[in-house]
């Protein structure tokens, strides 16, 4: 077991199972996508199509409105039937590209390869990523060529790939691993040449030998130079957040409020180096991504490749349909990921997973009072105290869980999870962030 790791988080269930090793297999593309106009971290798009315009597969759909942004391109050809608001899988409806599919897959023929990795700038990598739509694919979706852009007074040395898939029931980026490891060392190797990186670092949790196996080997047969390693880390929640990745593998620690740029590093997902990789040799704008369909209330789990924009409920019917005591759908895994009150929504870009538990996963408590044991302070893995910002919260004392950090917190779950009173403890804390960001802008 390996001991690179970092202190408190947890050892929860994984349930990898039921799609681990599964192949990825393509879904079968809608009648109709419903693309939204806002994807990522930032700033939203403007539509640059309008109803009735003819589309092809990876055309540009939607324009950033700021530099924190990233363009939204069509997943399938055909016509554009309506563009007005839809349901968005984090909440509030958002302006969305309704697109009718011909099913003739026509696509954009401004997709075209790049010139070799060897011979394209720093500049023209932040291009293409900025270009082609990518963000990161772990689920936070901040636009890659931002994170290819640091600012002049800052050296970045070091890369570091989260292979780590923590999030119980996900195995996508596993899969990605096994299957694309050439790709992902490819798209490594163009986010060290755009940032002037000289070490690269694929970190993996050691409960997947074979991934780590397979990087490895990838590792070992490139060319070009570049001193990448495979770090095998202790299997342990949330080994895959940025800030803990960067302690188990660098040992540095990223100060309260601060990006790993802070330390020199910039991290990405498996799934985007993917991306980046196909963005340069392909010229494939970001269109499609794997989707792990998985849980005990779905019928024929598995590593899906979706376009963006399919309803959930399509994916679900394609997968077999939910089982009889289906109870829950997550986007997402369960400790972050974001549970829907309708399969009526779409994919997107940061849509890592469809989890469908049933009502042995779902079963309510009643809330307790904290009982003072200290156990989600022992496993914060940011040092925080969470029972003090979710009383606070509690309370709508947003002032006093600001002063207690609550901004610091990532929504990891540690808390909730390991709260023997069965306090909501992550769910206070985020509704505290956002009224304390709210309260800021103002």
Known sequence: MSERSFVGGIHPSYFKQYTAGMPIAPARPPSQVIIP????IGAPCDAVVQVGDEVKVGQKIGEPKGFVSAPIHASVSGKVTKIEPYNHPLGNPVMAVFIENDGQDTPYEGMKPNKPLEELTPEEIRQIAKDTGLVGLGGATFPTHVKLSPPPDISIDTVVINGAE?????TADHILMLERAEDIVYGLQAFMKALGATKGIIGIEDNKPDAVGSMQKAVAESSGGYDIEVHALHTKYPQGAEKMLIKATLGREVPPGALPMAVNVVNQNIGTAVAMAEAI???RTLYERVVTVTG???KEPGNILV????????IIEQCGGMTDDARKLILGGPMMGMAQASDDVPCIKGTSGILILTEEFVTEYPIDPCIKCGKCMEVCPMNLLPNFIGSASEK????LADKYGAMDCFECGCCTYTCPAKRPLVQWIRIAKGAIAASKRK
């Open 37 to 40: 106009l806002h994807q990522n």
């Open 166 to 170: 923590c999030e119980p029931f996900l």
């Open 281 to 283: 040799k392909l010229g």
């Open 296 to 298: 005990p209330g779905i």
């Open 307 to 314: 376009r963006n924009g399919t309803l959930v409920k399509d």
């Open 396 to 399: 709508e004392n947003m002032e």
